[in-house]
């Protein structure tokens, strides 16, 4: 742990859920957030525009939850992070577990869209985390130093205007959250790596399963600077608790 202060940040991620009369209810019982953390949520591409007209005002900001590497061109369904920064995002997810497996995104294409978000003057929040089986064989550094290493070599400009989330995979939207301990020290090794390129200051979310029941022990580790939350985003009281543990 370092003496930085670091402001807690709770984002919620929609993934592909909703509706414009769902979010309609959902974004304005968040609205009035008036909370001491920082929340934002991340939805799906067809409705940042509600969410911008919606959030435009509150204590909330709001992000998508992919960007495309390339600035601009023949890239049928994808999306820049230029377009993006037109609907004023502040975030966007990069290296999401279920990108990394459902459409084989490397840890240098996930690099490379840290760098176009960067660039567009959105903050990343770049997920790593690792599978089951790669827990149980002892794996945990090894994985999360291979989909850290492209990313801390963008150099410390570029490290210093992103966000990292610790997800592992066996615990996203299966009700498993890691205990605390087990949290934390995944964080602390983040921590260090970041240390050791000259960004301590880096914000370091927690993801996986995350709900108002387990939000405040997990808080409470020197590492954890908030969450990334999935499933319990799309409830507003929950949210709501969550940020407020």
């Known amino acids: 742990m370092t003496d930085f202060i670091r402001k807690r940040l709770v984002i919620g991620n929609w993934k592909m859920h909703g509706t414009s009369v769902q979010n309609a209810a959902l974004l304005s019982s968040l609205g009035d957030y ?17 969410a911008s007209q919606s959030l435009e005002g509150s204590a909330i900001s709001w992000g998508a ?46 690099a490379d869209k840290t760098q176009a978000a960067i660039g567009a003057g959105l903050t990343p929040v770049v997920c790593i985390g690792e599978t089951l089986a790669e827990r149980e064989a002892g794996r945990l550094q090894e994985v999360m130093l291979r989909q ?33 301990e087990l949290a934390q020290e995944a964080h602390a090794f983040i921590r260090a790596q970041l240390e050791r390129a000259g960004q301590p200051q880096v914000r370091v979310l927690y993801g996986g399963s995350v709900n108002a029941a387990n939000a405040a022990s997990l808080f409470e580790m020197p590492d954890i600077d908030g969450a990334l939350v999935g499933g319990a985003s799309l409830q507003a009281q929950e949210f709501l608790r969550i940020a407020a543990s």
């Open 148 to 180: 850290l290493d492209q990313v801390l070599a963008l150099g410390g400009d570029a490290l210093s205007r992103i966000v990292l989330a610790y997800e592992p995979v066996w615990a996203i939207g299966t009700g498993q959250s890691a205990t605390p």
């Open 34 to 50: 008036a909370g001491s953390a920082e929340l934002a949520v991340c939805v799906p591409f067809p409705y940042l525009a509600q």
């Open 65 to 110: 939850q992919d960007v495309s590497a390339h600035a601009q061109g023949a890239y049928t369904g994808e999306v820049s992070a230029a377009m993006l920064a037109d609907f004023a995002c502040r975030w966007v997810l990069v290296g999401h577990s279920e990108r990394r497996a459902y459409h084989g995104e490397t840890d240098a294409l996930v």
